[in-house]
């Protein structure tokens, strides 16, 4: 079964009114296949000032849900199991959910990137039974806001072994269908070369996703 290709925008915390009419009318008057919406929270409701549930998200009618960000892992000190709670919380309620993993420089530099991003993965796989609803964002942390892009050839190497360990360690067809998309410093001008690698299955979009630009990224695959 193809994998359809998969764009989701992340405003973070950016966005004023103005900001945001504009380029939801750019979305509004481009021909792109329909939307979604994604939102973020922190667990079951209760005394969490400043956050969010995912119970209000579900009552807003928001299907989709960004978790294990690494500004949430590194800002708010969410752990691998953390955020594999949260993965399994907001799947039991009947949330979508795009997983984020990723290594940092130092990481990257000591050659542990796929040791980090397998135990990343490994702590979301724990959580999860119906794989439907799961997109997996490689989002390598020094590629995010900082204008670096991972070459193609880096992202689909490590596209490539996530796919591999789960179809070693969940099940041929999840890794057959699963969507791995590709995070970082995603731009109109380099999204259809990273399109065309063979594990890329779509982007998550931070910067470019305020700017008309996405709609190219939106539709770098066809
Ligand atoms: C992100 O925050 O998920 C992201 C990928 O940001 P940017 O595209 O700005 O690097």
Not at 6 to 30: M, P, Q, R, Y
Not at 33 to 59: C, H, Q, R, W, Y
Not at 111 to 133: F, L, R
Request: charged share 20%.
């Amino acid at each position: 079964m193809a994998r359809k290709f998969f764009v989701g925008g992340n405003w973070k915390c950016n966005g004023t009114a103005e900001e945001v009419k504009k380029i939801v009318t750019v979305l509004n008057e481009a021909e792109v296949p329909s939307e979604d919406v994604v939102g973020k929270f922190f667990l079951k409701g209760g005394a969490f000032t400043g956050e969010i549930s995912a119970e209000m998200l579900l009552n807003v009618g928001i299907p989709w849900v960004i978790l294990g960000h690494s500004e949430r892992r590194s800002l708010l000190n969410e752990s691998n199991e953390f955020v594999g709670e949260k993965v399994g919380y907001a799947l039991s309620l009947g949330l979508k959910v795009i997983a984020c993993i990723g290594e940092t420089l130092q990481q990257r530099e000591s050659g542990s990137t796929m040791a980090v991003v397998a135990a990343q993965t490994k702590a979301i796989a724990a959580k999860v039974s119906y794989w439907d609803n799961v997109v997996l964002a490689y989002e390598p942390v020094w590629a995010i806001g900082t204008g670096k892009v991972a070459t193609p050839v880096q992202a689909q190497e490590v596209h490539l072994e996530l796919r591999k360990w789960l179809h070693d360690n969940v099940g041929a067809e999840v890794a057959a269908t699963t969507r791995i998309i590709y995070g970082g410093s995603v731009t109109g001008a380099n999204c259809k070369e990273l399109a065309g690698q063979p594990d890329v299955d779509g982007f998550l979009v931070g910067g470019a996703s305020l700017k008309p630009e996405f709609i190219d990224i939106i539709k770098s695959a066809t």
